[in-house]
């Protein structure tokens, strides 16, 4: 279901903050209020830029709490990140057991290849992605090592996964979240995933374990910029900005592109936005007006610093408020896409009195909430 959101209005201040990653020298932090301070708090927390904001930010005495609480975050998400790795290598080394084909995707590729150190760069879940003809072959590998459907109203089926292109969000015991995926693109924008064939085909051990295998650093990078820029439109943070950031650092200040794959996803001019305002804020000290631009236009119609009802911001903080209802304008185009979702997450056929059951549900359900927001 869609959730409300608030929206938090940041001032420049804070921006630069978060957006520090990307400049040449380490950012100077100004006097904060308490409610600054909350925020920094909630937002690393939501998009896991701890690291990235320690190691990015000089802070000064008057800001030991927050450092301090900084620390916490980064200490749990990275022992988090220590049962992921554990989890990863599980699932590694059973698919080259068997002989599947396959390769890490994101976040995971990244540290994997020693693009970023220890400490830095911390991931939701894992991404891995395997051919179609391997899908229910996979799904069984990984239920053998303890994943399973994380809503457990989801039939045990890889049947209906024709819409999207990835099967329901897995979770084992470790509470590792894991996405199977069979494409990297949306069925409604490509019939044939461009991405996914380039990244099996020249599939690579990484650059640190041999048994991990990742895409190749080109298909990587049109995934950030897709996934990104089209898939969430945005939605995620700065933090495919750092990966860009840390791909040109890793590689000598160079771009690894393969500009037929960029202009095959329609995607060659955000590329080249993120590209300027990488190269131009790695030569600066602080922000110019010209970067602010770039990030303005990056930005443009992103709601990435919505944070969720059941946020701790208080309501002090809290600049304006909408409802979002839906994504797209149209009706009818949103009730199919409602339809195809329901049946991909429950794994059932259209035809299932389950089917129905939950989709009338969900409706109800969505209704209320829209209901009780407008009567409050």
């Known amino acids: 279901m869609q959730s409300f ?21 380490k950012h100077k932090v100004p006097n904060l209020n308490a409610e600054n301070k909350k925020l920094i708090l909630d937002i690393s927390r939501s998009f896991f830029i701890s690291g990235f904001i320690l190691r990015s930010c ?48 994101k976040g995971v590729a990244l540290n994997e290849d020693g693009i970023y150190l220890s400490g830095i760069r911390f991931s939701r879940d894992i991404d891995l992605l395997v051919r179609l003809d391997s899908l229910d072959e996979a799904y069984d590998a990984l239920k053998l090592l303890g994943f399973r459907y994380l809503n457990s109203k989801t039939r045990d089926s890889t049947k209906y996964h024709h819409y999207g292109h990835h099967l329901p969000e897995m979770i084992n015991e470790n509470n590792t979240k894991l996405e199977l995926h069979w494409r990297v693109t949306s069925s409604n924008q490509f ?4 991405i996914a064939d380039k990244m099996l085909d020249s599939m690579r051990a990484s650059n ?34 750092f990966d860009l950031a840390a791909i040109f ?9 393969d500009q037929d794959l960029l202009k095959s996803l329609g995607i060659e001019k955000k590329f080249e936005l993120s590209k300027r305002l990488i190269e131009r804020a790695m030569n600066e000290a602080r922000f110019s007006d010209q970067s602010k631009l770039l990030r303005e236009q990056i930005f443009k119609n992103s709601h990435w610093l919505r944070l969720s009802d059941g946020s701790t911001i208080s309501e002090s903080s809290k600049k304006t408020t909408r409802i979002e209802i839906f994504d797209k ?8 896409a409602r339809f195809r979702n329901v049946s991909a997450l429950y794994q059932v056929s259209y035809f299932s009195p389950k089917f129905w059951v939950v989709l009338v549900s969900d409706l109800l359900s969505f209704l209320k909430r829209v209901m009780r927001e407008f009567s409050s």
């Open 329 to 336: 304008p149209n009706f009818l185009a949103r009730l199919i």
């Open 249 to 257: 650092v890793f590689f000598g200040k160079k771009w690894p592109v």
């Open 208 to 241: 640190i374990h041999s048994h991990i295998f990742c895409p190749p650093i080109e298909a990587t990078i049109a995934h950030i910029i897709y996934h990104s820029f089209v898939q969430h439109r945005m939605n995620l943070g700065p933090i495919f900005l």
């Open 5 to 25: 959101f608030t929206k938090i209005c940041l001032e420049d201040t804070l921006l630069d903050l978060f957006l520090s990653p990307l400049l040449k020298n």
């Open 58 to 105: 000089h802070f000064s005495k008057r800001h030991k709490d927050l450092v301090e609480q900084l620390k916490v975050q980064r200490k749990a998400q990275l022992f988090k990140q220590m049962t992921v790795k554990n989890d990863l290598n599980n699932i590694a080394h059973s698919l080259n057991k068997k002989g599947l084909k396959h390769v890490f995707l």
């Open 191 to 194: 019939k044939n995933c461009p």
